[in-house]
T-cell receptor
Framework: SQQGEEDPQALSIQEGENATMNCSYK?????LQWYRQNSGRGLVHLIL?????REKHSGRLRVTLDTSKKSSSLLITASRAADTASYFC????????FGTGTRLLVSP | GAVVSQHPSRVICKSGTSVKIECRSL??????MFWYRQFPKQSLMLMAT?????????EQGVEKDKFLINHASLTLSTLTVTSAHPEDSSFYIC?????????????FGSGTQLSVL
């Protein structure tokens, strides 16, 4: 299977805390993307990091990429209850291959 | 702005009937659209790539006669689940890439929850 693995599968934190999710993939990549999915909804693109980048920021999001380890991490700082969702990493170009996802629950 | 619109958002049908799901690109043209399937608390699995004016490309293990895809225009792709059975119950999501401004990320529809009784 080409599908990547994410951990943890589920993460429960309090508002204000940081949330870190990890993604491992299997093949060489040109870029890696992170998506968010609210329950029963479509996916929203969060951030893209290219294979020649090691770290990227967007607002409260910080993504790192280690191509030698074929892994990436997504850090959400100062989490809010509205951040509660599932988060997926994805690789590929035309055909995206999604990781298994992390279900994040942020409690008020 | 560019949006992918998917309808219906939820459908309940009887076993043996067929269900059609529509995926439209709004404010852009999509020569290629993608159909994904997602089971509860699981990841998205690509089912097929829909190509405007030609046959869809199905992923291994996906029955093309079961999941009929039609991409007759540059703004509309449809997925028809034929003779639906309870095991076809799932969340179906379509996506497309809008090249002008988002050439490296996909736009996703809001998904269709199919429940087959």
């Amino acid at each position: 299977s080409q599908q990547g693995e994410e951990d943890p599968q589920a993460l429960s934190i309090q508002e204000g805390e940081n949330a870190t999710m990890n993604c491992s993939y299997k093949t060489s990549i040109n870029n890696l993307q992170w998506y968010r999915q609210n329950s029963g909804r479509g996916l929203v693109h969060l951030i893209l990091i290219r294979s020649n980048e090691r770290e990227k920021h967007s607002g409260r999001l910080r993504v790192t990429l280690d191509t030698s380890k074929k892994s990436s991490s997504l850090l959400i700082t100062a989490s809010r209850a509205a951040d509660t969702a599932s988060y997926f990493c994805a690789t590929g170009f035309q055909k995206l291959v999604f990781g298994t996802g992390t279900r994040l629950l942020v409690s008020p | 702005g560019a949006v992918v619109s998917q309808h219906p958002s939820r459908v309940i049908c009887k076993s043996g009937t067929s269900v059609k799901i529509e995926c439209r690109s709004l404010d852009f043209q999509a020569t290629t659209m993608f159909w994904y399937r997602q089971f509860p608390k699981q990841s998205l699995m690509l089912m097929a790539t829909s190509n405007e004016g030609s046959k869809a490309t199905y992923e291994q293990g996906v029955e093309k006669d079961k999941f009929l895809i039609n991409h007759a225009s540059l703004t509309l792709s449809t997925l028809t689940v034929t003779s639906a059975h309870p095991e076809d119950s799932s969340f179906y999501i379509c996506s497309a890439r809008e090249w002008a401004t988002t050439n490296e990320k996909l736009l996703f529809g809001s998904g269709t929850q199919l429940s087959v009784l």
